[in-house]
């Protein structure tokens, strides 16, 4: 089963104080995060 990518502002590492490179982002949402892989369901 897998989740949604949920919308918002992705957490901030504590260790690195970069985003949390665990998390993926929806690439056609505003607000996205160049330094996180695209989402699975993104459309390549």
Known sequence: ???PIKPGPKPIADSTGEVDKRRRDNKDTPGNNDNLK???STKK
């Open 1 to 3: 089963m897998t989740k």
């Open 38 to 40: 695209p989402s699975k």
